[in-house]
């Protein structure tokens, strides 16, 4: 039925005749079974053989391969040679397993499954292929997935790190603003850029989600970036700024509404002079009253009414223009002088009740040889419009011409300037002497205007202000400013102003001026408090006290000087405040108008609802929380943002203070036992170690920014500070803090910069030297007391006795004392850049005359953005403000100038969706 044989020497087995594989049912079923899979074998036996053989081959070559590695390594000259082996090899084994092997064959699975049955039918060496196969798509779906792992994981880590440099530029960007603002402080540059700079940075800690969770940068970064936006909220004092009209500027107006009027004289054709009105809601030139060549109106007068609703012009040598602002409408009216032929219009002023006009009139006779001019000063009442009325005085007598005239108080005081060309009281004829004669002028309807009062102030030759042009008074009539105006080349201007206190000089027979600024080009007085501002030829603005300048044993001021403020480029032309004092306007000649706050950043407390009577408060760190003990020792936290009282659940005795730990989360107890103890949030203690007090005692506790706590004692009239540390067995290890009183300096609070103990030390031994109420900032951290910082401004005629610092010493609250006797108010101090950042009235009731008689401790968060107050009637007042109170308090202040930025300008969208 079979017959056997043996060809090239393989053996095989096979039917005797075809014949029988045909008739044979069996088989064929079988055959018809398995046809697909013969047809597989088919395919798979010959793969399988080339394959085997290529392995071998391969195999040898594999095992050849470290060996040629090591010859690559060893013999440079057979580099080339085994370069080519090692690439003929690669290629071989790159054929063998992309071409032999069914890796990538979709009948694998097929044989796969074959495999793991029980009756396969696969030879040695293709089930061999087989599972090689498998085990090679096998490795290459896991060489795809690590290589896909990798990629992903490499990216990843691509991406962490470019995400951390752009946190990393993001805090560098933030950091340089916020040292930009702090510098703009320290030079006194309180204008927008220093505001927006802020603002920027703090818009960048709020919304970069880099900056949150759990991303955020160290919290005394963020404390500073913090304080640093509040002082410019508080501090900048910029409120608007406009580019300035063309032309030559003659009078200006600052109105109520913060609206600037500037009356300007303007050439639109070359032979006019035109007088053109300019507002900063329009930023137009509306022309208001039209000149030829011959008449120059820039010589003349023009004035405000005090409402700023009117505008008196002088048009012509006989007439002037009134002027309505809102509507601008002008009115010509022509004034004639009884017996005179001749008459000229020098001035024009309002009165400061607005109900009439002052004009200086100059007037010569026809048909008299030689012809004399004489200059008068006549009143025009507004309300009735009746004939001028003249003011009798020393023109009369004299004969000698007004030259300006100004009104004083309610409109019965004028204030006139001569110049005595006759000279009769100088032994040198040639030399003009400048005269000013202060007249008080009692205005009656019926009977006329009578002057009843004279003061005559006659200057001396001593100096170049003799000469003088332009006078401007304080509110009280007391204090005058003079000035020649600005003159020399805009390269080489010469500036002088003189201040002279007129009752001083008048008592004391003086005919010189108290005080000189020969930098000076423009003044003016605050009327609310009399307060001098003076523009100077670099463009800053001073500030002067004027009630303490008449100081005539020293030519120096700058006692006097409040604060000076870096704004214009060039020289300041105008100075103008408005007329309840509260904004001043400054012109320079870089043409720019700046509109300013001249009020200290006040902000009004408010009262905790608490029954208890309050013994000692502590503000946490981030200003939420604050740590309050009561009159029965009991230890509590309140709540700032959900206004609740939640009691410390420690049992360790009764307490007479309780203060935050840097991290928010623990405390350090002083106990009425004398004891002091750690403890944290849930009145657990963290060391039940104990410091003692023996016979001292306690005058206040302070965490370093580390978290170690120092505690100052007082011992046989002495101070003490001493670290105390839990950890261990506490004891005493006492620094002496020299703090002289028998030379009159009081240390009044403690705090910490970097390692150094800072002591605010008030000197107080002299009430009349100018060193009075003056803070110095010590370190005793070294064996010798060396000067930390000196805030030289800190004084005057107030003391203190309450200081509280935020926790790296950047930031003082302290209260403020007149006369021995507290006023209730508190300062808040930029002590790098020594200016008041906020004042704090502490009010206890809706009336506003009614103070707390006396503060019994301050607390300031260590991010400066909560101060907490303590009466001694034990009611706790509190400030509170946030990072979205600060930006949305400085994009309101910010928004008007914003607007009127270009549409290129990325600032101009600063404050886009914050504030109203």
């Given amino acids: 039925?079979?017959?056997?044989?043996?060809?090239?020497?393989?053996?095989?087995?096979?039917?005797?005749?075809?014949?029988?594989?045909?008739?044979?049912?069996?088989?064929?079923?079988?055959?018809?079974?398995?046809?697909?899979?013969?047809?597989?074998?088919?395919r798979?036996?010959?793969?399988?053989?080339?394959?085997?053989?290529?392995?071998?081959?391969?195999?040898?070559?594999?095992?050849?391969?470290?060996?040629?590695?090591?010859?690559?390594?060893?013999?440079?000259s057979a580099q080339d040679w085994f370069s080519k082996i090692r690439k003929d090899t690669q290629e071989r084994q790159r054929e063998r397993k992309g071409q032999f092997l069914w890796h990538g064959n979709p009948y694998l699975n097929v044989l796969r499954k074959k495999l793991k049955s029980v009756d396969y039918w696969f030879n040695q060496v293709e089930a061999e292929f087989v599972q090689q196969s498998v085990w090679r798509r096998r490795g290459n779906v896991i060489s795809i997935l690590s290589l896909a792992i990798f990629i992903n994981m490499l990216v990843l880590c691509l991406t962490v790190w470019a995400l951390y440099n752009l946190r990393k530029a993001l805090i560098q960007q933030i950091t340089a603003e916020k040292n930009s603002t702090e510098t703009a402080f320290r030079a006194n540059q309180l204008t927008f850029e220093a505001l927006a700079s802020s603002l920027?940075?703090?818009?960048s800690l709020k919304e970069e989600w880099l900056l949150r969770r759990p991303f955020q940068p160290d919290q005394q970064w963020q404390n500073q970036v913090l304080i640093t936006l509040q002082k410019a909220v508080y501090q900048v004092k910029e409120l608007n700024r406009w580019k300035g009209p063309q032309g030559k500027i003659l009078g200006t107006f600052?109105?109520?509404?913060?609206?600037?009027?500037?009356?300007?004289?303007?050439?639109?054709?070359?032979?006019?002079?035109?007088?053109?009105?300019?507002?900063?809601?329009?930023?137009q030139l509306t022309k208001l009253?039209?000149?030829?060549?011959?008449?120059?109106?820039?010589?003349?007068?023009?004035?405000?009414?005090?409402?700023?609703?009117?505008?008196?012009?002088?048009?012509?040598?006989?007439?002037?223009?009134?002027?309505?602002?809102?509507?601008?409408?002008?009115?010509?009216?022509?004034?004639e002088v009884k017996d005179s032929d001749s008459i000229g219009i020098e001035s024009v002023s309002f009165s400061r009740d607005g109900k009439s006009l002052a004009f200086i009139i100059s007037c010569e006779q026809s048909g008299v040889y030689p012809v004399k001019k004489q200059s008068s000063v006549y009143l025009w009442n507004l309300q009735s419009r009746e004939k001028l009325k003249k003011l009798p005085g020393y023109t009369e007598t004299q004969g000698i011409p007004v030259q300006k005239m100004s009104f004083v108080n309610d409109g019965h005081d004028t204030i006139e300037i001569f110049k005595d060309h006759n000279n009769s009281n100088s032994k040198n004829p040639d030399i003009s002497l400048t005269k000013v004669y202060i007249w008080d002028y009692l205005l009656e309807r019926d009977s006329g205007v009578t002057a009843y009062k004279s003061k005559l102030l006659q200057t001396s030759t001593s100096n170049n202000l003799d000469h003088f042009d332009y006078v401007i008074l304080s509110s009280d009539g007391k204090k005058m400013v003079s000035h020649p105006g600005i003159y020399g080349s805009s390269t080489s201007e010469i500036c002088d102003i003189a201040f002279w206190d007129l009752s001083y000089i008048q008592a004391n027979s003086k005919k010189e001026p108290s005080k000189t600024f020969h930098e000076?080009?423009?003044?003016?007085?605050?009327?609310?408090?009399?307060?001098?501002?003076?523009?100077?030829?670099?463009?800053?603005?001073?500030?002067?006290?004027?009630?303490?300048?008449?100081?005539?044993?020293?030519?120096?001021?700058?006692?006097?000087?409040?604060?000076?403020?870096?704004?214009?480029?060039?020289?300041?032309?105008?100075?103008?405040?408005?007329?309840?004092?509260?904004?001043?306007?400054?012109?320079?000649?870089?043409?720019?108008?700046?509109?300013?706050?001249?009020?200290?950043?006040?902000?009004?407390?408010?009262?905790?609802?608490?029954?208890?009577?309050?013994?000692?408060?502590?503000?946490?760190?981030?200003?939420?929380?604050?740590?309050?003990?009561?009159?029965?020792?009991?230890a509590s936290l309140w709540d700032v943002s959900h206004q609740t009282l939640t009691p410390l659940s420690i049992t360790e005795g009764s307490f007479t203070s309780v203060i935050f730990a840097p991290d928010g989360k623990h405390f350090a107890g002083a106990k009425k036992d004398n004891t002091i103890i750690y403890f944290d949030i849930s009145g657990k203690l963290v060391y039940p170690n104990k410091f003692k007090l023996p016979d001292r005692d306690l005058k206040n506790m302070i965490f370093r920014p580390d978290g170690k706590l120092f505690i100052i004692i007082e011992h046989d009239r002495k101070l003490f500070y001493s670290e105390v540390d839990f950890s261990k067995n506490p004891k005493i290890d006492e620094h002496l803090i020299k703090c002289d009183h028998s030379k009159g300096h009081t240390c009044m609070g403690y705090t910490f910069n970097d390692d150094k103990l800072i002591v605010a030390n008030l000197d107080i031994a002299h009430p009349l030297a100018e060193t009075f109420g003056t803070v110095d900032l010590q370190d005793f951290s070294v064996k010798n007391s060396?000067?930390?910082?000196?805030?030289?401004?800190?004084?005057?005629?107030?003391?203190?006795?309450?200081?509280?610092?935020?926790?790296?010493?950047?930031?003082?609250?302290?209260?403020?004392?007149?006369?021995?006797?507290?006023?209730?108010?508190?300062?808040?101090?930029?002590?790098?850049?020594?200016?008041?950042?906020?004042?704090?009235?502490?009010?206890?009731?809706?009336?506003?005359?009614?103070?707390?008689?006396?503060?019994?401790?301050?607390?300031?968060?260590?991010?400066?953005?909560?101060?907490?107050?303590?009466?001694?009637?034990?009611?706790?007042?509190?400030?509170?403000?946030?990072?979205d109170e600060l930006l949305m308090q400085g994009c309101q202040q910010a928004r008007n100038y914003l607007a009127t930025l270009d549409e290129k300008n990325s600032d101009r969208h600063l404050c886009d969706g914050k504030g109203n």
């Fill in 1 to 42: 039925m079979v017959v056997s044989g043996q060809e090239t020497g393989e053996p095989y087995v096979e039917p005797a005749h075809d014949f029988l594989v045909k008739s044979w049912d069996k088989l064929q079923k079988w055959q018809q079974q398995e046809q697909q899979d013969l047809l597989l074998q088919r």
């Fill in 44 to 76: 798979l036996t010959p793969n399988a053989l080339e394959w085997k053989n290529k392995e071998q081959s391969a195999s040898i070559l594999e095992k050849a391969e470290p060996v040629m590695s090591w010859f690559n390594k060893k013999i440079d």
């Fill in 200 to 203: 920027q940075a703090g818009n």
């Fill in 254 to 283: 600052l109105g109520q509404d913060d609206k600037v009027w500037i009356v300007t004289k303007t050439a639109v054709v070359s032979d006019d002079n035109n007088i053109s009105l300019w507002d900063s809601q329009s930023k």
């Fill in 289 to 335: 009253v039209s000149g030829s060549s011959n008449y120059d109106p820039a010589s003349k007068d023009v004035s405000f009414s005090p409402d700023g609703s009117q505008l008196a012009i002088i048009a012509s040598s006989k007439a002037f223009h009134l002027c309505s602002l809102e509507p601008k409408h002008c009115k010509e009216f022509f004034l």
């Fill in 520 to 634: 000076g080009c423009s003044a003016d007085f605050n009327p609310y408090n009399n307060q001098l501002a003076i523009g100077e030829i670099n463009g800053d603005i001073s500030f002067y006290n004027s009630n303490n300048m008449n100081d005539y044993n020293s030519n120096s001021y700058d006692q006097q000087k409040l604060t000076e403020w870096n704004a214009h480029k060039d020289t300041v032309t105008n100075v103008k405040f408005r007329s309840d004092g509260k904004r001043l306007i400054t012109i320079g000649q870089d043409n720019f108008i700046y509109l300013w706050n001249t009020q200290e950043g006040q902000s009004s407390l408010h009262s905790l609802p608490i029954d208890k009577k309050i013994e000692s408060i502590s503000v946490s760190p981030n200003g939420q929380q604050i740590a309050l003990t009561d009159s029965e020792g009991a």
């Fill in 786 to 883: 060396i000067d930390f910082k000196k805030l030289t401004k800190l004084n005057a005629d107030f003391l203190t006795d309450k200081v509280a610092f935020n926790i790296d010493g950047s930031l003082m609250a302290i209260t403020q004392q007149k006369s021995g006797k507290s006023d209730g108010t508190v300062m808040l101090w930029d002590i790098d850049a020594n200016q008041i950042v906020k004042t704090f009235e502490n009010k206890t009731s809706k009336d506003t005359e009614s103070q707390t008689d006396a503060i019994k401790n301050l607390s300031l968060s260590a991010d400066g953005s909560t101060l907490a107050i303590l009466g001694q009637d034990g009611k706790v007042m509190l400030w509170h403000t946030g990072l």
